[in-house]
């Protein structure tokens, strides 16, 4: 007879260097169904699935797989016993083709023994169409968006003969054409018997692509349910363990002074002549498809890159931004996408990341003093309640959410005037994106610039005053009336449909 | 907060209990080890080595590595001697000559490196050639002899009433203070945290380039001072001083227990890794071990302390 489960987890407990990340859960998969693990960034969905993927073997509790109990030591051995993992981190070489990376230690080869190139790339070829991607198998990973080199890391995962294929966050980068290959893919494998364990937050997605559906919080088990028998409310607040009442809050303030202007910055083939401005006690959102240029954008104005051609002013003035320290100094803040490797020293505890943009709170005549710091850092980290058991933590234990609030926290401590947030919610839960919204409506109110970078349609839409939307390194449209965002609009500019730029009569509609 | 206070380098106390294993050990095979003489006479040793490991040490920190300043110690003896000895200059002058070429070296690397994005080995590579031909083309063949007492004061005497010699003292002063800057300025937090994540750290508004070069000129100018302490003990500026000494710098910092990697490792884990390196072939010597097999034991003690370092990160 057939077994039921695929695989079930009892009783798993996984600890970290203080912190229970897993205490006691279960989870189990089906052949043919998408399973949704649900819960908030820290919950422990990523945690559990690194256990069953043989990521981190230092775990207690049972795991059967196929009826027999094992013990998960490796990924490899995962791996052959038909586990897939794609990871939510990129795990790509980026000075590789697409098929090396694909086939990464497991080339094809010729009689004598030396790469077969040819099969190799006809393979990934096959693989990479299978999944209608037009990515060429040739091309360098480096030379990828970050929503292609997902579906790299998509194609790699279906090369392996697998049972389970475990996708954390798939479509956190996708495009929605992508995203819906993505569907086209997973119909495919559940009618080929495969469980598949989903684990996202977008919950539209969940309520379309899921079966059954586990919910996590705080790393204890909540409860599994069918998808078709709950609403996203429902989902929500199980999630949360209380409901989310008005999840978009908006401050009512009226917009003050100018503090950021900027007029035709060029870049490349990147920007093309884009201006805009944002005022104080406003957010001022960014909306565009991958590769529109908004963080390029935004790393030009802060000096992390140069531009061709174009001027900024701070307040007013005209200004001269080479350098990242000089941006600092005009009280700008970026918040870059990338919280790991760009925002964040991983290896170092909070108080140093805390630090790093502004140590003076720390001085004192005779140099830099570690109780000042932490009660500096502590006061910061309280303020936005930023959740660890101390300062003397390392960044990396920490969970999404509390990741990028460290961030906030290390710019908070400059009192910035114009603060740039990009995608300041990629890969966070329900519940700390809601806070971050509340952080960034309080700097509204303290009479801050807020500058946010979204690709999220609803969360741009509902937090934003006004929003500029552009498209292939262009601006292509700017919605100054909150009454007047649609959906519709939007998508409208961002694809390149509309044009303010353009007449009227050649809008194609 | 209470982790914060409880916390111990332990990479620090793997170092020093292993200096106090080798001591205790070597104590008791070979007694005349453990004399006063010997202790001061290990650490005269160290001294020259221990500065240089100094500034080798702060560019670690940032994830880089200098390999030029060996050829640093010959380079700028070699101008300092020609200044002092057969220009007739005041020492002050002569020494001050040498302390600003050390650093003018350390500086050029370090543009070379953080403007024109040289890879550090590269750039040290090429400024180690460079130095060590322009002391042998100074000096052709010459040994520059014959210092003031004066002059000398810091390697061969010793503090006023005591047997302590100058040069330790000024070894530990100089500790002291990297180890406060280290620590307790804003340089230091800037250089472990350019180490640890060099983009993170200039999109958190720092000036990057600025501690990068400043890190490449300390590194020369203690390999300046620790050629003026070498050629106060010898008497003597050869254009070969200093042969091979940046790898024995290099080798104290990571027995110390700094990351090759960057953003971790402390001021006293190099003075303590220095100090093993001495105590071993100290006690190699008093136990007549040959000068070759001396070589591969100590070869054997980088590697352990580089496989050390390497599983500390493993386990991170």
């Not at chain 1, 995962?78 to 697409?98: D, H, W, Y």
């Not at chain 1, 300062?391 to 009192?415: E, F, M, P, R, Y």
């Not at chain 2, 200096?19 to 008791?28: E, F, K, Q, R």
């Not at chain 2, 110690?73 to 040498?98: H, N, Q, R, S, Y």
Request: charge should be neutral; include cysteine.
């Amino acid at each position: 007879m057939e077994q039921e489960y695929i695989v079930q987890m009892e009783d798993i407990t996984v600890r970290f260097p203080g912190v229970l990340a897993l205490d006691k859960v279960r989870f189990d998969a089906k052949p043919g169904e998408v399973h949704v693990l649900l819960g908030e960034n820290g919950a422990g969905k990523s945690t559990i699935m690194k256990v069953l993927a043989g990521v981190n073997t230092n775990y207690e509790g049972r795991i059967i797989y196929k009826g027999e109990e094992i013990t998960v030591r490796s990924v490899e051995e995962q791996r052959a016993r038909g586990v897939s993992i794609i990871f939510q981190e990129m795990n790509l070489l980026k000075n590789l083709t697409v098929a090396e990376n694909m086939f990464l230690g497991r080339q094809p080869v010729t009689k004598t023994g030396s790469v077969d190139w040819k099969a190799m790339n006809r393979q990934a070829r096959e693989l990479l169409d299978s999944i209608d991607s037009n990515i060429s198998e040739k091309a360098m990973v480096s030379t990828l968006s970050v929503g292609q080199m997902q579906m790299v890391e998509i194609a790699k995962a279906l090369s392996f003969k697998c049972d389970i294929i475990i996708m954390d966050e798939p479509t956190s980068a996708l495009t929605e054409k992508e995203v819906a290959a993505l569907f086209r893919i997973i119909d495919k494998l559940k009618k080929e018997g495969v469980a598949i364990v989903y684990i996202s937050h977008r919950l539209e997605e969940i309520a379309k692509v899921g079966d059954r559906l586990t919910v996590f919080r705080d790393g204890k088990y909540i409860d599994t349910v069918n998808v078709a028998d709950v609403t996203i409310d429902q989902m929500v607040a199980m999630m949360v363990g209380r409901e989310m009442t008005d999840y978009y809050p908006k401050a009512d303030v009226e917009p003050g002074e100018t503090l950021l202007e900027v007029r035709d910055i060029r870049r490349g083939n990147v920007l093309k002549g884009v201006s805009f401005h944002a005022r104080a006690g406003e957010i001022t959102g960014f909306y565009g498809l991958m590769g529109a240029g908004r963080t390029e954008l935004m790393r030009v104005i802060f000096g992390a890159d140069p531009c061709d051609s174009g001027e900024i002013l701070v307040k007013g003035k005209p200004v001269q931004i080479h350098s990242c320290q000089k941006a600092k100094s005009l009280g700008l803040a970026l918040l870059t996408e990338d919280r790991k490797s760009q925002g964040l020293i991983l290896n170092f505890d909070l108080n140093q990341n805390i630090s790093l943009a502004n140590m003076d709170p720390a001085m004192t005549a005779f140099g830099f003093s570690p109780a000042k710091e932490t009660k500096n850092n502590q006061r910061l980290a309280d303020s936005i309640n930023v959740k660890t058991p101390s300062l003397a933590q390392k960044a990396k234990n920490l969970s999404g959410g509390n990741q990028q609030k460290v961030v906030i926290c290390k710019w908070l401590n400059t009192d910035s005037d114009i603060i740039i947030f990009d995608e300041p919610t990629r890969g966070i839960d329900v519940g700390a994106k809601a806070e971050i919204y509340k952080i960034m409506n309080s700097l509204k109110e303290r009479g801050k610039a807020v500058v946010m970078v979204s690709s999220e349609l609803a969360e741009c839409i509902g937090v934003s005053d006004r929003i500029y939307v552009m498209h292939e390194g262009e601006m292509t449209g700017v919605i100054d009336d909150p009454k007047d965002f649609t959906e519709e609009l939007v998508v409208g500019y961002a694809t390149g449909a509309k044009n303010m730029n353009l007449s009227k009569g050649a809008e194609a509609g | 907060m209470k982790l914060k206070e409880r916390k111990i380098d332990f990479s620090n106390m793997s170092a020093l209990i292993v200096l106090i294993v080798l001591c205790i050990g070597l104590s008791i095979a070979e007694p005349a080890f453990y004399s006063i003489g010997n202790l001061i006479n290990i650490l005269q040793q160290v001294t020259v080595y221990a500065v240089l490991a100094l500034g080798v040490n702060v560019v670690i920190f940032t994830g880089g590595i200098d390999i030029s300043v060996g050829s640093i110690v010959a380079f700028t003896g070699i101008v300092m001697g020609k200044l002092i000895v057969e220009c007739g200059l005041p020492d002050p002058v002569g020494i001050l000559a040498a302390l600003l070429i050390g650093a003018a070296c350390g500086t050029f690397s370090g543009v070379m490196i953080a403007k024109f994005k040289l890879q550090p080995m590269i750039a040290t590579l090429a400024m180690m050639s460079m130095a060590r031909g322009a002391a042998y083309t100074l000096a052709d063949g010459q040994t520059i002899t014959g210092y003031s007492d004066g002059f000398r004061w810091i390697g061969v005497a010793n503090i006023p009433g005591t047997r302590i010699p100058v040069q330790i003292v000024f070894m530990l002063l100089l500790y002291v203070l990297f180890y406060y800057v280290m620590k307790y300025r804003k340089f230091g937090r800037f250089i472990y945290s350019i180490g640890g994540n060099e983009e993170a750290t200039r999109l958190s508004g720092i000036d990057v380039d600025k501690y990068k070069i400043l890190a490449y000129t300390i590194s020369g100018l203690c390999a300046a001072i620790a050629s003026v302490i070498l050629v106060a003990k010898l008497n003597s500026a050869q254009s070969t001083a200093g042969l091979d000494y940046e790898m024995d710098a290099i080798a104290s910092c990571v027995i110390g227990g700094t990351s090759l990697l960057g953003g971790y490792g402390s001021v006293w884990g190099t003075l303590v890794g220095a100090i093993i390196m001495f105590v071993i072939r100290n006690g190699l010597n008093l136990l007549n071990v040959s000068s070759n097999l001396q070589k591969l034991v100590l070869g054997v003690v980088i590697l352990l302390a580089v496989l050390a370092d390497s599983l500390r990160n493993r386990k991170k």
